[in-house]
């Protein structure tokens, strides 16, 4: 079992920035050769792809935020990032990571991840 906890949201001014962190705990000496996914939900809305990033760290980012966001990990720390600058108020969501299957393939798709967090609150006001 690999447990996840995010951290690092909050309320941002648009054009700002956060730095999501997403810890890895449990089984750790597999993370660093499964996937992760960030993914969000904002109200009313389903939940969409991000961004995410393989366990030899070739990255993936939906087009809504190329260019603005950045995904990364450290695997001696057990820890994903989503770096998010110029945050617009259309990225106001609950993000959530996502770590797949051991040696796993790299994905959009929701259900191909096999533990999730529970999310971190991102508001950007205008």
């Known amino acids: 079992q690999v447990q996840l906890v995010e951290s690092g949201g909050g309320l941002v001014q648009a054009g700002g920035s956060l730095r999501l962190s997403c810890v890895a705990s449990?089984?750790?000496?597999?993370?660093?050769?499964?996937?992760m996914g960030w993914f969000r939900q904002a109200p009313g809305k389903e939940r969409e792809f991000v961004a995410s990033?393989?366990?030899?760290?070739?990255?993936y980012y939906a087009d809504s935020v190329k260019g603005r966001f950045t995904v990364s990990r450290d695997s001696a720390k057990n820890t994903g990032y989503l770096q998010m600058n110029s945050l617009k108020p259309e990225d106001t969501a609950v993000y959530f990571c996502?770590?797949?299957?051991?040696?796993?393939?790299?994905?959009?798709?929701?259900?191909?991840?096999?533990?999730w967090g529970q999310g971190t609150q991102v508001t950007v006001s205008s």
């Open positions: 449990g089984r750790t000496s597999t993370f660093s050769s499964r996937p």
């Open positions: 990033i393989s366990r030899d760290r070739t990255t």
């Open positions: 996502a770590a797949g299957p051991v040696l796993g393939p790299t994905t959009q798709y929701e259900y191909r991840y096999d533990y």
